[in-house]
């Protein structure tokens, strides 16, 4: 499955990956060889949300990224034929790219490992793009984190082989979940808000001083700052002593019950806002119901 997906996801590397004009990208410590040997070779990674402006290691799930890397062959490397090598490690499963742009599992055997990029003239720096401009989480690879290496050999050291000894690390976070009551509220409660409130609950507003106070909808993320308003006070007004003294409240009254009364214009200095038995009414109260159930 994991195979299937990673061949999904990184095919557009097939036709991109090729040497290009990269801005300095992170660079990998730790160089090595398999033999355990030192080497001059350098190792470069980096994910970028803003086409190379900043590197990061974290992204959202809808969040089309870049993902480019680097090898600067050993100077004694450079115009011999050797192969380059892409590895990722997903969970605790390795994957290597082979020549077709298919992503296989790998058993970690050097006998078994297959090239990317076989039979190739080395250049002195070799730029691979892995993925241009995608979204990991709506193509399934979601909440974890996949690590990148880039390894080569040549004919100049027959045996060996080159990597990055650390890896590009790319964390890619969980979808989130919208509640049931902030679709509602989206759906049914919003348009509710900004006809027939917001006139007085702003600022500068006849109700200013209300614990309900609005923003319009020019306002940046006006939706979820009028929701946050809400839920805060179905869940933690008591009494409506933030309102009015007690005293002229009467009987201590939750938030639930005010939002639901006062539009019907009891103890509401504005009237009456939604008539008793309408369907806006009854929006509202399915979207209290839903709120008080989360």
Not at 56 to 81: K, P
Not at 147 to 157: E, N, T
Request: include cysteine.
């Amino acid at each position: 499955m994991k195979e299937k997906l990673l061949t999904t996801f990184f095919n557009l590397a097939v036709f991109l990956a090729m040497p290009v004009a990269l801005a300095q990208l992170p660079e990998l410590d730790l160089p090595s060889t398999v033999s355990g040997g030192t080497t001059t070779a350098r190792f470069f990674g980096g994910a970028s949300a803003d086409n190379g402006a900043t590197y990061s290691s974290s992204f959202g799930y809808d969040q089309a990224i870049d993902i480019d890397m680097e090898i600067q062959v050993e100077s004694s490397h450079v115009n011999t034929v050797g192969n380059v090598y892409v590895l990722i490690v997903w969970g605790d499963q390795y994957f290597m790219r082979i020549e077709s742009g298919a992503y296989e599992v790998w058993d970690l055997s050097l006998e078994n490992l297959q090239a990317a990029f076989p039979a190739k003239t080395l250049q002195t720096n070799e730029a691979i793009n892995i993925v241009n401009d995608v979204a990991f989480g709506p193509a399934g690879v979601s909440d974890t984190t996949l690590a990148l290496y880039l390894a080569y050999d040549s004919i100049a050291a027959a045996g060996e082989i080159f990597y990055s000894g650390s890896a590009l690390l790319v964390t890619i976070g969980a979808e989130q979940q919208s509640s049931s009551s902030f679709q509602l509220y989206t759906t049914n409660i919003s348009s509710i808000i900004q006809n027939n409130c917001i006139m007085c609950h702003k600022t500068g507003g006849a109700a200013a001083s209300s614990a309900l106070r609005y923003v319009d909808s020019s306002s940046t993320n006006f939706q979820t700052t009028n929701y946050n308003t809400l839920v805060s006070y179905i869940n933690n007004l008591l009494g409506g002593a933030v309102e009015r003294p007690g005293a002229a409240m009467g009987p201590a009254t939750n938030g639930s019950s005010l939002l639901l009364s006062k539009p019907q214009g009891t103890n509401h200095g504005g009237g009456i806002q939604l008539m008793t038995g309408s369907q806006d009414l009854q929006k509202l109260q399915d979207f209290v119901n839903t709120v008080l159930s989360e």
